[in-house]
């Protein structure tokens, strides 16, 4: 284990429970809030000026971030090159509904296929930092890929715990790279009591979705890179698909840390947030909506989009927090509307996204329909992995 350096960049100062601010030391090993058993949260010197000249330009992935990373030695980073992914431009879908701008940021480009690679990648390295020897994930597929991926491309130990009814390729993928995988009935919440069980010892670090600080730090660097993409502006409305949220979270993190340092000018609006839910498993949009107190007592179902099927993500309430924030809303989209998303973009712009991508553009089209979303507006879709990895859910459905 290396830990701080004495030339360390990184701005690093502490943790803070997301519930009730309460701070924590940044240097031991922490997981979730011992206040509230809530989600860590890592703070920077945001009030020292910071140019943005400090972005490493011949850093071509996420890491060029550095000094508002929580890595503190250069020594103990496990990459794969993730991260600057393209921002493309999408003109036919574009001229066909008669939008002023539509883009799509392809996180499907990373190593292991998914976004996924940015969190895992910054949980490993900062696993390897803290002296862990080993890591446990619930998953739904492409968190266990990247988990068996970087602990691999670390010398750790990786134990993912999966419903059986995940694609194989992403079971065959974690073999692949070393990883124990358990598979289990039910949907990710299920996965989730048994990585408890099974972990009871404490003996492995749990890299469950928010119940570590860094994997949040990992997909804030999306944010970045749009608005670095965007030459400092942004967009009017982004579209994400939200399970368990953690990017949704950390991109809003991103650009309050952006307008903090001044790297974005006081008269950038910073877009109004969309989270996309699967209908099969919408706990987040049915708080939203008022429906349930919270989503605690949810049920819900497998979907086309097995990232969207968490029925209990932890980040709730930070999920809501950005919603209320931003101004933006929650949709819904059914398992037909992800298919028509999803050919829309490979018959329209080439690109074979996975369901979660698919969702996110029906979920734009409905609301334009409704008048939320306007054509003059900027708008931007995630497109949080790639659909290759689906084709045991997808074969066959290319046509109506």
Known sequence: MK?????????????HCSACGTEYSAYPLQRVSACCSLPLVADYDLREPLSRAVIDQNDTSMWRYGALL??????????LGEGLTPLLRLPRLAARHELSSLLLKDEGQNPTGSFKARGLSMAVSKAKELGVDGCI????????VALAAYCARAGLRAVVVMPRHTPQAFQEECQWYGAEVELVDGLISDCGARVRQRNADGALLDISTLKEPYR????????????????????DVLFYPAGGGTGLIGIWKAFQEMK?????????????????QAENCCPLLETYLG??????AYQGRATLANGLAVPHPLGEDLMLRVLRESHGTVV?????????????????????????????????????????LHP?????????????????????????
Not at 70 to 76: E, F, R, V
Not at 291 to 296: A, D, K, S
């Open 332 to 372: 819904s989209v059914s398992e037909e509307g992800m298919l028509d998303g999803m050919r829309d973009l490979g018959h329209q712009e080439g690109l074979f996204v996975a369901p979660e991508g698919g969702a996110v553009w029906t979920a734009a089209r409905q609301l334009l329909a409704t008048g939320w």
């Open 137 to 144: 994930i619930p998953t739904a597929g492409n968190a266990g």
């Open 216 to 235: 949040l730090e990992g997909k804030k660097t999306m944010g970045y890179e749009i608005a670095e993409q965007l030459n400092w502006q942004l967009p």
């Open 376 to 400: 003059d507006e900027q708008i931007l879709l995630l497109n949080t992995g790639n659909g290759q990895k689906y084709m045991d859910n997808v074969a066959g459905r290319a046509w109506k």
């Open 291 to 296: 429906h349930q107190p919270n989503c605690h």
């Open 3 to 15: 830990m701080v350096a004495s030339d360390s960049l990184s701005r690093l100062t502490a943790l």
């Open 260 to 276: 903090a340092l001044g790297w974005l000018a006081p008269d950038v609006k910073l877009p109004r947030m969309v989270a996309v």
């Open 70 to 79: 929580p890595l503190l030695n250069h020594d103990n980073k496990v990459t």
